[in-house]
């Protein structure tokens, strides 16, 4: 019997063989020929991934979150106003971060599984002058996905920024950040990009650079300051050594061998692919009677899937059985309704027999609670989504 378990949650994630390699080889300085071009070879590929040729990438120790933090100590002045989309938990840690920074900050809150309307958006920006506008693409504790194609335009009419949080969309949602006009994406190596946890990535348009270039006031953070990144970004960048703070060696190692993979497959490829995941997973969940807690199929991640329990089914019971036949996913998040549902990571190397791996497991699992439901009519309806995709 197999040992290792799969794992499904919505990062960390599993990884290719190949980057797992790259992570465990010998460590090199990180001043070295060989490390610089894999440096500068990285913040090159982000630009293809993030779809964003005139972009400043930064490669970073940290996680998420510092990535959030980094953009906020860089863009936020005291006194600023910003405004926060929150469409989950992620949402509201922006808000908080953004607070520790002495901005003002108003919240558009979706309801419970839905996605933030344009017209709400508007109706803000008209009555406010905002810095930016924050926006989680896929909270990773909903589900949700917010459809920013327009966002950037948005925002811009009425003179505000647009952020980002790419932590579980990068590299798996559609995003082109160029032609969308996002001014900063950030993320995490966890998640899509297929990396293990540690990196802190962002992409900073040239309108998030002229921000903070004109900047009144001095950056409290040090760590966090692009001051200190900018010069190291562009020397690797131009095959020179560098330093500020000593770069985590092998998972930028790991990085370039995960962006290559990712090139390799294509940028549109690899959105079609999330979405057919999705679509499949879907077909199931609504052939089994359940429930998702992103209320409708368009809000719907392409990234990770958020499922209810069903009624009578014990939570905790459901992912012991889950665990028992080989698959981790990750239980709930959202405050309001933390113990009623569970989520399933699809994202980066996942591919659609996995998929099928995770519905044979729900099936099992749910008879095991005692959920009544016709066997087999998760994995026929996923098949068919798998199959019509290849005619
Ligand atoms: N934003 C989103 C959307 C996330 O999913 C996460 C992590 N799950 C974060 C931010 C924070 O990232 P980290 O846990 O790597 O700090």
Redesign the pocket.
């Known amino acids: 019997m197999k040992r290792r378990k799969l794992l499904m949650i919505?990062?960390p994630i599993e990884f290719e063989p190949s980057v797992l390699r790259a992570l465990g080889a010998q460590t090199t300085s990180h001043v070295a020929a060989d490390f610089i071009e894999i440096f500068g070879s990285s913040l090159e590929m982000m630009r293809k991934v993030f779809l964003s040729e005139s972009g400043q990438p930064f490669i970073i120790s940290g996680?998420?979150?510092?990535a959030?933090e980094i953009a906020v100590a860089n863009l936020v002045e005291p006194g600023d106003r910003v405004l926060t989309l929150v469409t989950g938990y992620?949402g509201d840690?922006f808000a908080e971060i953004i607070m520790r920074y002495g901005a003002e900050v108003d919240k558009i809150i979706a309801p419970l599984g839905g996605s933030v309307e344009m017209d709400a958006i508007e109706q803000k920006l008209k009555s406010q002058r905002y810095k930016f506008v924050t926006v989680?693409h896929?909270?990773?504790s909903t589900g949700v996905v917010v459809d920013v194609k327009q966002l950037g335009q948005l925002a811009h009419k009425y003179g505000a920024m647009i952020v980002l949080?790419g932590?579980?969309s990068v590299a798996g949602e559609e995003l082109y950040q160029e032609d969308w006009d996002i001014d900063l994406v950030l993320t995490?190596s966890?998640?899509a990009l297929g990396v293990p946890?540690g990196l802190a990535l962002l992409m900073v348009a040239p309108r998030a650079i002229d921000g903070w270039r004109s900047r009144k006031t001095y950056i409290s953070n040090y760590y966090a300051d692009f001051t200190n990144w900018l010069p190291v970004m562009n020397s690797y960048e131009a095959r020179k050594p560098s330093y500020f703070a000593t770069p985590p060696v092998n998972l930028v190692n790991a990085l370039n061998e995960s962006l290559r993979l990712i090139l390799k497959e294509g940028m549109e490829v690899r959105f079609i692919r999330h979405r057919l995941l999705r679509d499949g997973l879907q077909a199931a969940i609504e052939a089994l009677g359940l429930k998702q807690v992103p209320i409708k199929r368009e809000v719907a991640a392409t990234t990770l899937s958020a499922i209810y329990y069903p009624d009578g089914v014990d939570g905790s019971k459901f992912l012991n059985k889950i665990n028992s036949e080989g698959i981790i996913f990750a239980g709930g998040l959202h405050p309001e309704i933390r113990n009623r549902y569970f989520r399933i990571g699809h994202m980066g190397p996942t591919v659609p027999g996995e998929i099928i791996q995770a519905i044979s497991a729900i099936e099992i699992a749910l008879n095991k609670c005692g959920y009544k439901f016709e066997v087999g009519a998760g994995l026929t309806a996923a098949e068919r989504i798998f199959l019509n995709s290849r005619n």
Do not use: I, N, W, Y
């Open positions: 919505p990062g996680s998420g979150t510092l959030m992620f840690r989680t896929v909270d990773t949080d932590v579980c995490a966890q998640k946890p």
